[in-house]
């Protein structure tokens, strides 16, 4: 009897132990597999720049004032009557005058280009060439002097604004002519132009290039 109860112990022992590595080997062979993450699959994906993006940037900007020359003007303002083409005696009304104004030169933001070379990493920016944007004259810097006064002559008011408005376009075309302003209206437009672009996290990274289209 004791006999029979010991083999039956092994026999359970064994089937338990076959059981047991039965189970072990199910288990491996039926482990999920493991899932490798791709490289980089952290890191947060490359967004790639729009040139959307980069007029909103310099959307805070539409006009933008680069440069400024403030001068001071000197103009003669003469009139006379006339009988048969002659001028009369004493008739001759002539007054000096001069006054100090503000010339700006800059550049419209609006028709700046944009072009990107996302492998290069490199933004182009085309800024056109800078105008005259605003010309003001300072109304009490005014300093009249006569000169002469005529006899039944006034100059009228209509003489003085057109004698001012030629003295205005003079000014602006030796402005333009001497290029001094808007070079300086260029350079200060760039350097403007590279706080707004920089200022973003979005532009990290890329190199800015600037062409002026004269």
């Known amino acids: 009897m004791k006999k029979l109860n010991v083999f039956f112990a092994v026999v359970a022992a064994v089937s338990m132990l076959i059981a047991g590595f039965a189970l072990h080997?199910?288990?491996?062979?039926?482990?999920?597999?493991?899932?490798?993450?791709?490289?980089?699959?952290?890191?947060?994906p490359h967004v790639?720049?729009?040139?959307?993006?980069?007029?909103?940037?310099?959307?805070?900007?539409?006009?933008?004032?680069?440069?400024?020359?403030?001068?001071?003007?000197?103009?003669?303002?003469?009139?006379?009557?006339?009988?048969?083409?002659c001028t009369l005696p004493f008739t001759t009304e002539?007054?000096?005058?001069?006054?100090?104004?503000?010339?700006?030169?800059g550049i419209d933001l609006s028709q700046v280009q944009f072009d990107i070379n996302e492998p290069g990493r490199t933004i182009y920016v085309t800024v056109p060439a800078p105008t005259v944007i605003s010309h003001a004259v300072d109304i009490s810097s005014f300093i009249f002097q006569t000169k002469h006064d005529g006899?039944?002559?006034?100059?009228?008011?209509?003489?003085?604004i057109s004698k001012l408005d030629l003295l205005a376009l003079k000014q602006e075309a030796a402005t333009t002519k001497s290029g001094e302003v808007f070079r300086i209206a260029?350079?200060?437009?760039?350097?403007?132009?590279?706080?707004?672009?920089?200022a973003a996290s979005v532009t990290n990274g890329y190199t800015l290039r600037f062409f002026v289209d004269y």
């Not at 980069?54 to 003007?73: G, H, K, S, V």
């Not at 002539?94 to 030169?105: D, P």
């Not at 260029?186 to 920089?198: K, P, V």
């Open 25 to 44: 080997g199910w288990l491996f062979h039926n482990q999920p597999a493991a899932v490798t993450a791709p490289a980089g699959a952290d890191a947060a």
């Open 48 to 85: 790639a720049l729009t040139v959307e993006t980069l007029y909103e940037l310099i959307e805070p900007c539409t006009d933008l004032i680069t440069a400024t020359d403030r001068y001071t003007n000197r103009a003669t303002l003469s009139d006379h009557r006339e009988l048969f083409g």
């Open 94 to 105: 002539e007054v000096e005058f001069s006054y100090i104004g503000t010339l700006s030169a």
């Open 151 to 160: 006899l039944f002559t006034e100059i009228s008011p209509d003489e003085f």
């Open 186 to 198: 260029s350079e200060n437009a760039e350097q403007t132009l590279t706080r707004l672009l920089t």
